[in-house]
């Protein structure tokens, strides 16, 4: 064997059948070896029968480190049988065996399998759901496939991510979903139920009779986080709607999943507000809308707060006995209807509050105020209160001053109605304060 530059002058040696023996040894193919050694099958077919008499030195190590071999067992040997594995014809010239091999055989499947657990974990965790013609899905938040959905058409009234567990999700159910309104907390990845809770009912009844409320099923929707105690941990405020007539109720849900308070008022809602009205550190609720009370007819606003968000909008006016659900919001209001004339203009039966607003300055004092009468927004006017609900002035909306004359053309000239600032003065005294003074 002569060693010439880079090259390796095989002819005469006994280099095939030594390359031949030790595959077989191994139990290689041909195209097996060539795969270890990052070699063509031709290569090694040719070396193995001879054809070729000169082979780089790269080429001899490669074929080496593939068969575990030194690179003088390779080819100083004779065709002889190969020793035994481990043993060694060269002393130091013999290459130990290769341990990465068990290792790479260890490692790469655990590092797939930890891949693919990290990767499930991810997409279950960020899970993306939406909700769609009543229906809801969630979807993998990596991959993008279904994990799971509630398909009932029009069953689902909305979705609410939790404020406790990102991996939670709060979904609302209408009434004519299979267990009526509710608020449902699921698994976001899986869909496993929690809990569920569902307005109190006997309370409602309790409030407004047996004939209005359970002549239909109620429906249920998420207002927003809310924390009455200033403990940190936010509870949630759901609003339950009457699927035929108008009672309805705010109800406080913790995160047990148990109801906390419920507040059942005669009348929709069409705001709601959670904001610290004290600079407290605890949250107050606002909401305004609507009194069908027939000797109200108005429009009314309310607080609730830690200490008065239970009982139900009942009065000395509007109550079924003293067996009722009594009152317990913190403040609440009834503005009074307009006279027939300008209802029947406005082509309404009772107002409503709409808008909240609220203004506060840098210490405790804050001023509250609503948009007054129908859906129209055109036709409302301004109605400031105090923190304590007591109205303090009303005003027209400039639209509603523009539009007044042909709005309420049988009105006298001097008479413009809610369209004129003293005549909204003299309306606003009528307002009702439950209870009757701060």
């Known amino acids: 064997m002569k060693i010439a530059g880079q090259h390796v002058d095989l002819r005469g040696t006994g280099f095939p059948d030594t390359l031949r023996t030790l595959r077989e040894a191994r139990h290689l193919s041909q195209s097996e070896l060539a795969d270890l050694a990052g070699l063509t099958y031709?290569?090694?077919?040719?070396?193995?029968?001879?054809?070729?008499?000169?082979?780089?030195?790269?080429?001899?190590?490669?074929?080496?480190?593939?068969?575990?071999?030194?690179?003088?067992?390779?080819?100083?040997?004779?065709?002889?049988?190969?020793?035994?594995?481990?043993?060694?014809?060269s002393g130091s010239s013999r290459r130990p065996g290769r341990p990465w091999r068990l290792v790479l055989a260890i490692v790469?499947?655990?590092?797939?399998?930890?891949?693919?657990?990290?990767?499930?974990?991810?997409?279950?965790?960020?899970?993306?759901?939406?909700?769609?013609?009543?229906?809801?899905?969630?979807?993998?938040?990596?991959?993008?496939?279904?994990?799971?959905?509630?398909?009932?058409?029009?069953?689902?009234?909305?979705?609410?991510?939790?404020?406790?567990?990102?991996?939670?999700?709060?979904?609302?159910?209408?009434?004519?979903?299979?267990?009526?309104?509710?608020?449902?907390?699921?698994?976001?990845?899986?869909?496993?139920?929690?809990w569920a809770v569902s307005p109190d009912i006997p309370a409602l009844v309790r409030a407004f009779g047996e004939e209005d409320v359970l002549s239909a099923e109620f429906g249920c929707k998420i207002i927003g986080s809310v924390d009455l105690d200033g403990d940190g941990r936010p509870a949630v405020l759901a609003y339950f709607t009457h699927g035929k007539y108008y009672p309805t109720a705010l109800a406080v849900?913790?995160?047990?999943?148990?109801?906390?308070?419920?507040?059942?008022?005669?009348?929709?809602?069409?705001?709601?507000?959670?904001?610290?009205?004290?600079?407290?550190?605890?949250?107050?609720?606002?909401?305004?809308?609507?009194?069908?009370?027939?000797?109200?007819?108005?429009?009314?606003?309310?607080?609730?707060?830690?200490?008065?968000?239970?009982?139900?909008?009942?009065?000395?006016?509007?109550?079924?006995?003293?067996?009722?659900?009594?009152?317990?919001?913190?403040?609440?209001?009834?503005?009074?209807?307009?006279?027939?004339?300008?209802?029947?203009?406005?082509?309404?039966?009772?107002?409503?509050?709409?808008?909240?607003?609220?203004?506060?300055?840098s210490g405790q004092d804050c001023l509250i105020t609503v948009e007054v009468g129908g859906h129209d927004p055109m036709q409302r006017i301004f109605v400031t209160f105090g923190s304590d609900l007591t109205p303090l002035y009303a005003e027209p909306k400039d639209r509603l001053v523009e539009i007044a004359p042909a709005l309420f053309p049988d009105l006298p000239p001097e008479d413009r109605g809610p369209a004129d600032r003293e005549w909204l003065t003299r309306w606003l005294a009528g307002y009702r304060r439950i209870p009757s003074e701060p």
């Open 42 to 89: 031709r290569t090694v077919h040719d070396l193995e029968l001879g054809k070729r008499g000169r082979v780089q030195q790269k080429t001899l190590f490669m074929l080496a480190n593939a068969l575990e071999v030194g690179l003088d067992d390779l080819i100083s040997r004779d065709s002889g049988p190969e020793p035994a594995l481990g043993s060694s014809t």
């Open 108 to 194: 790469v499947p655990a590092v797939l399998v930890a891949g693919w657990m990290w990767a499930s974990q991810f997409g279950h965790e960020h899970a993306r759901w939406a909700v769609e013609d009543g229906t809801l899905e969630v979807r993998d938040g990596l991959f993008g496939h279904k994990l799971w959905g509630w398909n009932e058409s029009g069953a689902v009234s909305g979705g609410w991510e939790s404020p406790w567990d990102r991996n939670l999700l709060l979904v609302t159910t209408t009434r004519m979903a299979q267990g009526r309104g509710q608020v449902i907390c699921v698994e976001k990845a899986t869909g496993d139920t929690l």
């Open 253 to 361: 849900i913790d995160e047990a999943g148990r109801r906390v308070s419920q507040y059942s008022h005669r009348g929709h809602l069409f705001d709601i507000l959670i904001h610290d009205l004290d600079s407290d550190g605890k949250d107050e609720i606002i909401a305004s809308g609507t009194n069908n009370c027939p000797d109200h007819r108005g429009a009314t606003v309310l607080i609730l707060d830690e200490g008065h968000s239970g009982g139900a909008s009942a009065d000395r006016w509007c109550t079924l006995g003293p067996e009722a659900e009594q009152d317990s919001a913190l403040a609440r209001v009834v503005l009074p209807g307009y006279p027939e004339p300008i209802m029947e203009a406005l082509q309404i039966s009772r107002l409503g509050a709409f808008e909240i607003q609220v203004f506060q300055n």
